[in-house]
């Protein structure tokens, strides 16, 4: 087979293609809902082109749909999105000496599914450059990103469209499972992941969401003493 098949680029997009399955109906219905509660088309594309990150994005339209204060949007988004900064500590090793402009785009597009599946595979490949991981990790953002932004427009214009007995609201968890579940690798990743859905659970009457801040620091902390003590 020629090389150029076996390019660092033509695997990753062979690696992100699959997550279409997935991020279609996710932003489809990130869409339909920003659409509900009477965002405008160009708001809620804003939403997906600039923040990027399906779980923060859903847990601040459903603060605004409740009526939160602003303030409190704003932190429960971030706070869902602190996983982005361990994804871009996690990328330092491997990407921290590439040209700035690259490291920018990459930042950019770190997501969930672009982390998930670059992280495992560099660790598989060291003899990479980082030039192969960057254009590795290019290449399973090709199809995610536009995946992602397209299948959001698609539900703010056709929302209205949809019967409600397509329970499209499938997708979100079954994106984390399918991402969290092959990375549980240690008996910290465990723990923690046991912790955040037991913590989850308990909190769950908490107003505003904040219960989610809540487990996540209580998982983060168990993750870290589980790791300190091994």
Not at 111 to 119: F, H, K, L, R, W
Request: net charge neutral; glycine share 8%.
């Amino acid at each position: 087979m020629p090389s150029v098949f076996r390019s660092p680029f033509r695997k990753g997009l062979a690696a992100g293609f699959p997550f279409i399955v997935i991020i279609v109906p996710f932003g489809a219905l990130f869409g339909v809902l920003a659409a509900e509660i009477g965002l405008p088309i160009a708001q809620i594309m804003g939403f997906s082109v600039l923040v990027i990150a399906g779980a923060s994005q859903f847990t601040a339209v459903q603060l605004m749909a409740d009526g939160v204060p602003a303030v409190v949007v704003v932190l429960s988004a971030l706070a869902v999105n602190l996983r982005m900064v361990m994804y871009s500590a996690a990328m330092v090793p491997h990407l921290g000496s590439a040209p700035l402009w690259q490291r920018a785009i990459v930042s950019y597009l770190l997501v969930d599914q672009t982390y998930a599946i670059s992280a495992e595979v560099f660790e598989e490949e060291p003899a990479w450059s980082v030039a192969d991981k960057v254009a590795f990790f290019a290449g399973v953002a090709v199809p995610v990103f536009p995946g992602w932004v397209g299948a959001t427009w698609a539900g703010a214009v056709l929302g209205a469209q949809v019967p409600e007995g397509w329970q499209l609201d499938f997708a979100m968890p079954l994106a984390f499972l399918a991402l969290v579940g092959p990375m549980l690798k240690t008996r910290a990743h465990v723990a923690a992941a046991f912790v955040s859905v037991v913590a989850a659970l308990l909190f769950a009457w908490v107003p505003w969401n904040l219960g989610l801040i809540i487990a996540a620091c209580l998982a983060l902390l168990t993750g870290a003493e589980v790791e300190r003590r091994s």
